[in-house]
């Protein structure tokens, strides 16, 4: 008998699994085929999905500074370049609502619709819907978080102050101190709550005034002279 060198063998092992991949292809072609086809289907879907969340958060950011722009629009009969103005208080109020209710139908879910809800909270707060501004900012701050949802809970628990209710206030500014953002940082809370303590529990707003007040430039003032009120009552 021929004896087998070592490089034929492996040769010969080589050439047998290039077979059987190769019977394994062909006997499998159409499985493969569809699988491959799907993968492909799979990823060209989610690079399109991708791409239209892209786009259509981008146009809901246009829309709500749309939105924005318009609430902070002026009502003068004169219009002036580059500023937005209205006839009339009410076209202001029509137009700006008109235009934060297409955010909120259009672009559910997201960012933009909280800070639609937001400014209509504000329109409302304007025209003193005080019911609907606690409805939608109530709706608010028990569903997201965000700068948007921050920002309401500090004018809804200003409202509650203005209208005497003094426990629902205070449990909005304790939450916005103990969870401090961006656009509403701690001392922002703890100022708006002592001013509203200075009448119902002077011992807490001193404490908290005491803590603001070694701190620097305008929070060290504005402590200051809520200090000097107190003292005064």
Known sequence: MAKISRKD????RFAEEVGQSVLFVSS?????????????????????W?????????????????????????VDTEQAIGAITFPTTIARFRDTREQLDRVIVNYPGGEEEIGAVYYLALLDLEQKKNGEVKTR???????????????????????????????????????????????????RSQLAWASLLVETDPAMA????DELQVTSGRTSTQAARLLRKLKGS
């Open 28 to 48: 499998h072609r159409k499985q493969l085929f569809f699988g491959i086809a799907g993968i492909i289907f799979f990823v060209v879907g989610l690079l399109a």
């Open 206 to 209: 001193k404490s908290l005034l």
């Open 137 to 187: 900012l109530e709706g608010i701050v028990n569903r997201s978080i965000g700068e948007y949802t921050a920002l309401a809970r500090l004018v809804l628990a200003d409202l509650y102050a203005r209208e005497k209710e003094y426990e629902q206030a205070s449990r909005h500014y304790k939450h916005l101190i103990d969870n401090p953002t961006r656009v509403v940082p701690k001392y």
């Open 9 to 12: 063998l492996k040769h010969d």
């Open 50 to 74: 991708a791409g239209y969340r892209s786009t259509n958060r981008e146009e809901a950011r246009y829309a709500l500074k749309k939105g924005i722009d318009l609430y902070h629009g002026k």
